[in-house]
């Protein structure tokens, strides 16, 4: 089955360091989603990144798809403690004729950054 | 705004007790999933369900069941509970379309004695 790599799984970073997470995945993926976890809170929707080789950017954080849509990574610039958290990457698997129960989420195990201020 | 709520934030149980978890979305979703956290290993599948009265297994189903009896509610259940499902479990919910997002629950932090 479909498998969502994602490294580091830990970083520390001094604020004001930029930081970056990569995802990789063993098939090619029809879109990737990024959620930000923070501590003692659940998994909340980041972004969704669709056509191949496309960037996002939100304020601080940048978001890109691989060419090949079997990768993405998320870029933090100048990182504040309020990026502490674990970030994670979210795979769907290209349209198939499997029927019910398609289309469902490979999530990565995460990455969780530390922000030293 | 969109809500996936669960029965407890917090809850403690003995080893071979009947635990329920119980989750419940207001978004109409077709898809809800129950996932267990524990520290560094991420997010894992326990079971999930596409519709009502369909569930599959995910990636750690032993030892759980669950029920999707309404399309609004997805329970999980550990019919005897053991010290080595104390962990985070959440639940999530998510609708058909590949494009749609995934939105989680709070959690339950569950603690088996």
């Known amino acids: 089955g479909q498998q969502v790599m994602q490294i580091p799984q830990y970083q520390h970073v001094q604020e004001g360091e930029d930081f970056t997470t990569y995802c990789n995945s063993s098939?090619?993926?029809?879109?990737i989603q990024w959620y930000k976890q923070r501590p003692g809170g659940h998994p909340v929707f980041l972004i969704q990144?669709?056509?191949?080789?496309e960037v996002k950017k939100q304020k601080r954080l940048t978001f890109q798809f691989g060419e090949a849509k079997k990768n993405s990574s998320l870029h933090i610039t100048a990182t504040q403690t309020t990026d502490v958290g674990t970030y994670f990457c979210?795979?769907?698997?290209?349209?198939?004729?499997?029927?019910?129960?398609?289309?469902?989420?490979?999530f990565g195990k995460g990455t969780k950054l530390s922000v030293i201020p | 705004d969109v809500k996936v709520t669960q029965s407890s934030r917090y809850l403690v149980k003995r080893t071979g007790e009947k635990v329920f978890l119980e989750c419940v979305q207001d978004?109409?979703?077709?898809?809800m999933f129950w996932y267990r956290q524990d520290p560094g290993l991420g997010l894992r599948l326990i079971y999930f369900?596409?519709?009502?009265?369909?569930?599959e297994k995910g990636d750690i189903p032993e030892g759980y069941s669950v029920s999707r009896e309404k399309k609004e509610r997805f329970s999980l259940i550990l019919e005897s509970a053991s010290t080595n499902q104390t962990s985070m479990y959440l639940c999530?919910?998510?609708?058909?379309?590949?494009?749609?997002?995934?939105?989680f629950g709070p959690g339950t932090r569950l603690t088996v004695l």
């Open positions: 978004m109409d979703h077709e898809n």
């Open positions: 999530a919910s998510r609708g058909r379309r590949i494009t749609d997002t995934q939105y």
């Open positions: 369900s596409y519709d009502v009265k369909m569930k």
């Open positions: 098939t090619t993926l029809s879109n």
């Open positions: 990144l669709v056509k191949s080789g």
């Open positions: 979210a795979g769907c698997p290209p349209p198939s004729n499997s029927g019910a129960g398609s289309y469902q989420l490979t």
